[in-house]
């Protein structure tokens, strides 16, 4: 199969390594410095907890064109700049998109190229870009399907990704999917802008983490009362002890370690025009479908400056 990866993050990066580490035919598409960057010295990934460099020579181009052809292309961009390369995908030849990222608006995404079979995925790592490598965690998961309403694409992904390391989920409702995704993702981006990035500064605060989950419990009840399902399934009893119990878990850890920079932070300080968007159409979203989420609000306001 021939693979492009359309966008050079953090992600981007982290998925052309992996798939060309496996004898995939993949290529990618980065611009600027930092495409010659990886022409000169190839793609240069540096594990933050090993230490070890991997060095990639993967083919790059700086545009795709109109005639170019490949089996898939995984678009792995900010939410933000989606819309501007809908125009060129519907222009190339490619059926199939693969949409990787943060997305509230998955539906209205796949509307917008009703001639492609459109899918949609998160992948699990996360870091930054300096100035000849990329510094990352890359778990090597991803989560990914196809909107509730199409066609299963189940068998494309399994040739996609057969013989990698990853441990692939398939996810036949991605959009809902993401949807959650958004509402448990945002409050803890409010927490990074309350404290400037650094989320240690909440280190032992119970009240504002508990609050925090109260958030995400207000989206995920918006997100239900639309008619939508909880997803992952491990999260359906979402008003549950338990489930707080395990958010609680989570958050204390990472506004005690250094998991809180490398996995939560970096990025929503890199990316606040992504969230202050994200959370904008989310909002819309919570209203349309009158919820009520005087905690997620609060924390807005409590964010101050950042969002946009």
Known sequence: ???????????????????FRAGKDVTLLARGRWAEEIRT?????????????SVSRIPVVTELKTEDRYDVIFVVLRYTQLDTILETL??????????????????????????K??????????????RDHVASVDLKKITIGQLASAPSNEALI?????????????????????????????PAAFACYKTDGDLKKLK???????????????????????GHTILPKEDTDFESAAYRKTCLRFFKLICATSLGKICVSDHAMDAVDEMSALDRDLKRFFEEAGADDPVWQALEREAGKYLQ
């Open 90 to 115: 519907r222009e190339n030849q490619t059926k199939n998109i693969v949409f990787v990222g943060n997305n509230v608006r998955a539906e209205a995404l796949a509307a917008d190229l009703p001639e």
């Open 1 to 19: 199969m021939r693979i492009l990866v359309f966008g050079a993050g953090v992600l981007g990066c982290n998925l052309a390594r992996n798939l």
């Open 117 to 130: 079979n459109v899918l949609f995925a998160f992948a699990s790592s996360a870091g930054h870009r300096e």
């Open 158 to 186: 399994g040739r996609i990704f057969e013989g990698t390391k990853y441990k692939v989920a398939y996810e036949p409702n991605m959009g809902d999917y993401l949807l959650c995704h958004a509402a448990f993702v945002l």
């Open 41 to 53: 010295n190839g793609l240069q990934i540096k594990d933050k907890f090993s230490f070890r460099m």
């Open 204 to 226: 032992g605060n119970t009240a504002y983490l508990s609050r925090m989950i109260d958030a995400n419990i207000e989206g995920y009840r918006a997100i239900r009362s639309a």
